[in-house]
């Protein structure tokens, strides 16, 4: 039941184009110990689908300028490939540690923006 949850949670975040790794990594990792390269690999796997749906949807919105999203694609295959080669090389420990480093410094840049710039998250259609 906590899968069914859990993919649930991410399809709405990743939906909405933040991201359903960021519940879905930490989840696996904390509430069922699995380990940091599986819980990256699962939910790599995983969004594949779920991004094909939102993007569909996004596209009928006409959400989508493709200017911006050929050279970030290309060079994110990119990144993509170099940062799963570096990935099997770092410990399991130490990829936990980067991204619980990285959640935190994206958080507090939230919690910042949120004190700081309270309207900044208004949309400006």
Do not use: W
């Amino acid at each position: 039941m906590l899968f069914v949850i859990l993919g649930f949670f991410a399809g709405i975040i990743g939906g909405m184009g933040m991201g359903g790794g960021t519940i879905l990594i930490p989840a696996l990792i904390l509430l069922l110990n699995v380990d940091p390269k599986i819980a990256q690999s699962v939910n790599l796997l995983s969004s594949v689908p779920m991004t094909i749906f939102a993007l569909i949807v996004h596209i009928k919105n006409k959400n989508v300028i493709l200017n911006l999203v050929i050279p970030i694609a290309t060079f994110g295959i990119l990144g993509a490939v170099l940062g799963s080669l570096i990935a099997n090389y770092i410990s399991s420990e130490m990829l936990r540690k980067v991204f619980g480093v990285f959640l935190l410094i994206v958080g507090v840049m939230e919690i910042k923006n949120g004190i700081f710039n309270p309207n900044s998250g208004k949309c400006k259609k």
